[in-house]
């Protein structure tokens, strides 16, 4: 058992709020961009693939978000109706907006970039109107991610998603996801991650990004306690903190601290670890498991994800992650 407590009548089980993107991960691994001559085209944005996680999991999963009007944006409204996902909230943009690109080089598993292009990117165009009420009513929670927060008015639109889950008792998962090159500065990035963290049930992030959370409340504190602490005193009942290689820490509201598993593998990339981690953790605590047991499940989806080429293709099932774990610990 954990602490959270969901609505079990509801339609959905979970609604990913934000960035519907594109992917496009090298062929040619361990070599730099500049050699690489062909690319694999696949679903992005860390909202839809934790969507696509927690949907290969055997949750209902929905989303809301808006995509461009062409060939990429259709590509993503396919993607997400082949893969079970609802997209009664999924708005196609006419104002011009594109595709958000993310192209990826991988030149060995620990060294990996991404070369972004997001002028005038289509996910941030959400409006407060594409936030409809009824459809977050049909959840038992929703997830918001940092990068939808970057810019107007997608910014409004999650403030809007948040109030109305807050309204109707859905419960909300805000995973952190910075990314440096959507925010003016870091100081505008802590107030607004901040607005959405105090509205929020369950906090997810690296030590790096709850730094970045707390850089005007808080500079300087390196405590994770302290961290959590600080969120408790809002709506917070979950507060995870990811350490990289060292495994990641859970805190709740009552006074635990549960240590995550680790399951060390060699990855062929190193990014799509967040995402299939968060689907897992997700889907954990929406079946009702306590936090060990969903952190070893996320923890085992990340290990699957980061040894394969894509992040939301290689999304795994819950079959899968007990398979994994359970040859893990034999071996």
Known sequence: MNNLQFESSRQLDLIAVGRLAVDLNANEINRPMEETLTFTKYLGGSPANIA?????LGMKSGFIGRVADDQFGRFITNYLDQNNINTE???VDHTGAMTGLAFTEIKSPSECSILMYRDNAVDLTLEVS???EEYIKKSKAILI??????????REAVF?????ARKNDTVVFFDIDYRAYTWKSEEETAIYYSLAAEKSDVIIGTREEFDMLEMISNKGNADDYVTAKKWFDYNAKIVVIKHGKEGSYAYTKEGEKITGAVFPVTPVKTFGAGDSYAGGFIYGLLQGYDSAKAMEIGAGSAAIVVQSHSCSDAMPT??????????????
């Open 130 to 132: 594409d936030v409809n």
């Open 318 to 331: 819950i079959d899968q992650i007990e398979k994994f774990i359970e040859e893990y610990k034999a071996h």
């Open 89 to 91: 909230g999924v708005v």
């Open 160 to 164: 809007a998603a948040l109030e109305l």
């Open 145 to 154: 991610s940092g990068t939808a927060l970057a810019a107007s008015p997608s």
């Open 52 to 56: 696509v996680a927690t949907s290969r």
